[in-house]
């Protein structure tokens, strides 16, 4: 039966299909496999009995295996909308998508893709992403981020590497890391050439390692606590707890110099003008602390360098070699590794001046507390001498010079048979009071002479080793040597006599007079 045949059957016997049930049509004569039409719930239906129904061109299905299934053989054209409500299972090709683009649905549904918006193997690229929120780990190896510009994290927000000690983050700039941070039993952050600006801010204490600085360092009053000890120069001192050591190393100009403004004293040879005090070596390679005072001119004439003691309790009195007071000065010398003793008469204190374009001391005080004077002194008060003091002698008469032995008898043959210079007579010099003790003294005068009864040219000037003698034991010996003139007659007869006159300089002990003392050898025969 021709298909027009069945359409004019269909038209003719319309009204009557309009009857339940179904028209099925047996194309081939097979009774199992047909087509069947028919209306169920006012929905016209044509399915496929004891197998798959085919539309279009003749095909090979692959799921569909039941009288449910469809099978369209070429391409399916929908011009209106295509619902999958059940979904669509296998390849699906769409001609107006890209291979490689990531499909987007856009308006109405609409199928599409993007340039920017690819995805290859296992690598998904984006050329823009907007606002994004990441629920999990994001992992991938280095990367570029170009013109992010700022970047804002959520307060109390963690940038970190790894969760285990040791683990390092590091921030760089170009291809240089100038900030590593790493987590061990201490945080760690390591900065490296850094530009800093504006304040430093602290929560805490900040504890400052080993530093260099290589520059000036400015600011307001500081408070400095618990540094320790304080090294310019030097790193180490075991004899300081805690203090500052400077170490000039091979520079003797000041190691502590003291300014003020308004300061312009001048003498810019020894400080800049605006320097009130300094402190530096006395000796270069030896050693010594010189103390310097400036002052500018305009004020009183005192004061350039002063040293106060303040004590805040009475005083000591005491009056002898125990005796302390509020301000004092010690000297020693190195016995050893140790503080020793002054040698005897040793110069422990001085003043010195300038004048007449030389530096010339002006007073001497010596280890057992004997005063020097270069000039007089002036007092507007009686001075109290001690007891038994040498001037406290002189002063009362009670203090004499004596030659031991006075006197001699040598005979005129002894010294006329003497070669030249071999008759020598040792005299003992003493300053004593009447109860015997000795008194020190400096510089006496001590002459000798002779006196014959016949007078010649024969006999030798007599001479004294020691013409200015100095007590400073109270007692001195000199030597006197006298005899004939070599090869001469012997002239030195019974009567002649040989004097050694000891005297005191011009003005006597502070102004005061001691008598002379002799020796005297009265020659026999």
Known sequence: MSVEVFKQGLELFADQWQAPGSIDFYSSGDLDDYISFSVTSNRPLITGVGNYLVIGKDGTAGSATSADDVLVGGKLEVDGVLYADGGITGALTMSTLTAGRVVIVGTGGLLADDAD????????????????????????????????GDMTFTAGSILKSGGTNTDTLLIAANDTTFITLTTAATDVCTLNNITMSGTWLASGTVTLPAVTLGGTISGAAQVLSNLGTVYIGATSNAKMTLGLTIDQAGNYDEAIGLKGLGVAHGCTEEAETNTYGNFK????GIGGLRIMGFKDSGAPPRDALSLYGVLAENSDTTKSTAGRAIVETMAFQVTGVGLGNIVADGNVFAVRARVSGGDITCMIVDEDGDLWLNGGITTTSPIILQAGSTLE????????????????????????????????????????????????????????????????VDVAAPAVNDATPNLANGTVNVTLTYDTDAGATKVYAAGDTVTLTVSQPTGGILGYPISNATFVDTIVA
Do not use: M, R
């Open 117 to 148: 918006f690819t995805f290859a193997v296992d690598t998904l690229t984006v050329t823009k992403i907007g606002a994004t929120t990441l629920a999990g780990a994001v992992a991938g190896g280095d990367q570029a981020f170009t013109g992010v």
């Open 281 to 284: 070596v006395c000796e270069q």
């Open 393 to 456: 002698k002189a002063i009362s008469g009670d203090i004499v010079l004596e030659c031991s032995p006075a006197t001699a008898g040598t005979s005129a043959a002894t010294l006329n048979a003497a070669a030249v210079g071999t008759h020598t007579q040792v005299v003992t010099i003493n300053l004593k009071d009447a109860a015997g003790n000795l008194h020190k003294w400096a510089t006496l005068a001590v002459a000798a002479a002779t006196s014959e009864v016949v007078v010649d």
